[in-house]
């Protein structure tokens, strides 16, 4: 018996939480049950998580979480739970099977069964942002060595498990060399341990073409943070609809299951919300506690229940449907399939372990780091990128010179062009002067001088090497 813990959200939430776990009940599933309170009354009430500490120690004691949506009230203040939930408990990997159930469900692409696996915990998600000039903001995107690997590993063994045959992975390492090409790196690295399983890689824009356009060309998709959060939508989407899609978080010891969509309060309390997303995504909870024969039975009676025409209003279409019923109704009819397989649409049948079983990450030796540079950021309102490099240059030392200057990227200074438009907004990029090497001691040289000549260093980032390579980005146009 598996003690897990509930919350039934918002909006649809407690309408399509409760058709979910009777099904679930009713096709045997070996649970308990401990409800909480997260969500918009949770905000309302004063608390700007969304979520009381003892709730967190409910989910942290039983390990697995079944969510469904919730608001999160508009303006400031308030930071979305799914986000928090999945970094705060480690879910590092979001699980999103996207399959059409043609000819039952309105779609373009017949063939399509596609599993997205998302990096779920940092890139451009790490939330870092600030404004530094009164024209520029920036966020940080953060990409680690043991984000990469966790969730490439990851992938891999899912598509193992599952019988898959490929896994893509999308990145846009020719623009971000650094971010996107450590993720692309480490992907080729761990493929070479998967010699069964093809593997791919694709660039991202061209890549999400191809899958809008022919998703049967491709198995597993393992991204980035926001790459896999927009193409997982466009996928479920363009599979039917992202009302029927679930999603599993996955961490090394906890795990969230839920829908993708969000609560739609327009719909509560009307007993009209398609269940499906929800299930989808209790269905992956089964397998994931190693209930497999429960998981497997429910998904073949819904299966048959799609199949049998029995549809919500959402997905309802005259012609292919035969009844259009409510959330409870659904629920009842998939309750009265269980047992039965589907017989166009194709059964499911997992292994009796489905459990995937990762290595922790270990980290690596720490590789010889060398100082080369630095950069310094300068919030100037000036447009002659050749007068600020007579104002910086004030500031050389003899052991760190001014050797570019970029705006937004671009290199202006040397040999810029005039077409080039600036905003407030410098990089001004000191290198050792000829012969020397460069010290933090330089670094604070170069700050106190700004300070002294009434430049304004809103930022500064160090230029490093490891073992002997550099590690950051030239200038656009050097």
Not at 44 to 53: D, H, Q, V
Not at 99 to 126: C, F, G, W
Not at 159 to 183: E, H, P, S
Not at 270 to 281: D, E, R, T, V, Y
Request: charged letters at 25%.
């Amino acid at each position: 018996m598996q003690r897990i813990t509930v919350a039934k959200g918002d909006g649809i939430g407690p309408e399509i939480m409760d058709a979910t776990l009777a099904i679930i009940k009713a096709a045997g599933a070996r649970i308990e049950v401990d409800e909480i309170e997260v969500g918009e009354k949770v905000y309302l009430a004063g608390n700007t998580a969304g979520i009381a500490k003892e709730s967190w120690d409910v989910i942290r004691r039983n390990k697995i979480f079944l969510k469904a949506p919730i608001t999160t009230p508009q303006g400031g203040g308030y930071k979305s739970l799914n986000v928090t939930t999945r970094k705060f408990l480690g879910l590092y990997a979001n699980i999103r099977p996207c399959m059409s159930l043609h000819p039952y469900v309105r779609t373009k692409h017949p063939q399509m069964d596609i599993v997205i696996v998302r990096e779920n915990e940092e890139d451009l998600y790490a939330g870092i942002e600030h404004q530094q000039t009164d024209e520029v903001v920036q966020c940080l995107k953060l990409i680690s060595r043991p984000g990469c690997e966790k969730i490439v590993r990851y992938a891999f063994e899912y598509a193992k498990q599952y019988g898959r045959k490929k896994v893509t992975c999308f990145t846009k390492d020719n623009i971000m060399k650094q971010t996107d090409g450590l993720f692309h790196q480490v992907f080729d690295e761990i493929a070479k341990e998967y010699p069964t399983i093809e593997n791919e890689h694709w660039i991202i824009d061209i890549g999400a073409a191809k899958m809008a356009d022919t998703p049967e060309a491709f198995d597993v998709i393992v991204m980035p943070n926001l790459y896999g959060d927009v193409l997982s939508d466009v996928a479920a989407q363009i599979a039917g609809s992202v009302g029927l899609a679930g999603s599993a978080n996955i961490g090394e010891e906890c795990a969230m299951f839920e829908a993708i969509h969000g609560s739609a309060p327009r719909r509560a309390g009307q007993n009209m919300a398609n269940p499906s997303g929800l299930l989808q995504g209790a269905i992956q909870m089964l397998t994931h506690i190693g209930q497999t024969d429960v998981a497997e039975n429910v998904q073949n009676a819904w299966l048959k229940t799609i199949e049998d025409g029995i549809h919500t209003y959402d997905i309802y279409k005259e012609g292919v449907s035969t009844q259009k019923v409510g959330t409870r109704e659904f629920a009842e009819a998939v309750i009265r399939n269980l047992g039965q397989q589907p017989t166009q649409l194709k059964a499911v049948q997992y292994a009796k372990d489905s459990t995937l079983q990762l290595p922790r990450y270990q980290r690596r030796p720490a590789a010889r780091k060398e100082l080369l540079g630095v950069d310094l950021f300068v919030h100037w309102g000036g447009s002659d990128a050749n007068e600020l490099a007579a104002l910086v240059q004030k500031l050389n030392t003899p052991s760190a010179t001014l050797s570019m200057i970029t705006n937004r990227g671009i290199k202006v200074w040397p040999e810029g062009f005039r077409e080039t438009f600036c905003t407030d907004h410098w990089r001004c990029r000191f290198k050792p002067a000829e012969g020397s090497t460069i010290g933090k001691q330089d670094i604070i040289a170069l700050l106190q001088a700004a300070e002294a000549n009434g430049l304004d260093v809103i930022k500064t980032e160090n230029l490093y090497a490891f073992d002997g390579k550099p590690a950051f980005s030239l200038g656009q146009g050097q």
